[in-house]
């Protein structure tokens, strides 16, 4: 299955068939840091990601100057 | 997972709150934590118009896009910090939001104002590109909600935020910040508009979580002088430490609302004078934004 990782933008490959929070784990992600994004779908930490499917791992975490955001 | 509420599958699991939401049952939660915040803060009523500072980031869109389904008045304001190509999508992304849903936006640049965009701000102090940044973002907002007769400014600060800000300065101990972190500011000057902060209930992902389900086109990708900042990093610590133990930021920040900062508010009140040169309030003569545009005039002057 293919991760979608952001800033910078890039893939990666990883074997499906395991939970998103295993995934996460994989790849040293907290997952209060992102948002788990399948399709046009918000996906919890407990569901299965099949090999074929696309997750994105949105970052959420913003930073620097906070005043305007 | 399934929802709290209902049942359906979760889209979302908040374990601070030992709860899963589905899509909107989330954002009905979502929507209660602002109207909680606004309510017990008193931040605004729906008589006056509120200007809310945009970013084009998730979480500013987040916050003007509830206030508008709740029916208050807004208008939005985007400070164009000149940073390359990121200003340029971030103020796209602005005007797009407040087109679609047909509310107004007050563009106004910090080149014009001070004299250079931020990149160059940053040459010319020497200093952390978010230190001149973040002056002439307070100082503009205030300054346009006054010249456009706005009681009140609202800043897309969420949790996250507000847990680094507190942790920032009590790692260093500066007492004279703690009495100002709050998500309610009063004006204290006929020329200070007051400043709320309606998302500091809900949670970084959260917002985002909000900005998502909500079809919100926001800019993903971060400021470049945002890698290495010193907030990043209190926050990565702070997730950290959420991950262990749920509820973590939470808890700090509340704990300090509602038991610590009353003890640092009693410190002796500052004296607010008008700058000799804008007319802004500040402590001293000349206002810190003014003493920053000369500053830039100086060096860039051809």
């Given at each position: 299955?293919k ?10 490959d ?5 939970r ?33 499917d ?7 975490m ?8 | ?12 699991e ?9 899509a ?83 563009v ?11 990149p160059?701000?940053k ?42 800000t507190l ?18 500011l ?8 007051r ?64 038991r ?43």
């Amino acid at each position: 299955m293919k991760v979608i990782l952001r800033n910078p933008r890039r893939e990666v490959d990883v074997p499906g068939n395991r939970r998103v929070k295993d995934i996460l784990r994989e790849l040293d992600i907290i997952p209060e840091t992102v948002l788990v994004i399948c399709g046009d779908d918000l996906i919890t930490a407990d569901q299965v990601v099949r090999d074929g499917d696309t997750i994105e791992l949105r970052p959420v975490m913003s930073g620097g100057s906070a005043s305007g955001r | 997972m399934k929802c709290r509420k209902c049942g359906e599958t979760a889209v979302l699991e908040l374990r601070r709150h030992n709860a899963a939401f589905c899509a909107p049952d989330f954002l009905e939660f979502f929507r209660n934590q602002v109207r909680e915040a606004i309510r017990k803060h008193r931040m605004f009523t729906r008589d006056e118009t509120v200007l809310v500072a945009v970013s084009g980031g998730k979480d500013s869109l987040a916050l003007w896009d509830v206030l508008i389904d709740e029916g208050y008045r807004t208008t939005g304001l985007y400070l164009d910090l000149g940073i390359f190509e990121y200003s340029v999508e971030s103020k796209a992304k602005c005007e797009k939001f407040a087109a679609a849903r047909g509310v107004s936006l007050i563009v106004s640049a910090v080149a014009d104002e001070v004299g250079a965009p931020v990149p160059i701000i940053k040459d010319v102090t020497r200093r952390p590109p978010c230190s001149g940044c973040g002056l002439s973002k307070r100082y503009l907002m205030n300054r346009v909600a006054l010249e456009h007769g706005m009681p009140v400014v609202a800043t897309g600060h969420n949790l996250d935020d507000e847990a680094a800000t507190l942790f920032g300065s009590v790692m260093h101990w500066q007492t004279d910040a703690l009495p100002r972190q709050s998500p309610a500011l009063p004006s204290t000057h006929a020329k200070l508009v007051r400043r709320v902060k309606p998302l500091y209930r809900l949670s970084e992902r959260e917002t985002a979580a909000f900005a998502f389900l909500r079809k919100i086109d926001y800019i993903v990708e971060e400021c470049p002088f945002a890698k290495g900042a010193t907030s990043i990093t209190h926050k990565e610590i702070l997730s950290r430490m959420e991950d262990a133990s749920p509820g973590a930021k939470h808890n700090f920040l509340f704990g300090f609302l509602d038991r610590a900062r009353p003890a640092f508010e009693r410190a002796e009140s500052v004296l607010l004078n008008e700058c000799a040169r804008c007319g802004q309030v500040t402590t001293g003569t000349i206002c810190a934004f003014c003493k920053l545009a000369d500053q830039v005039k100086r060096r860039v002057a051809p």
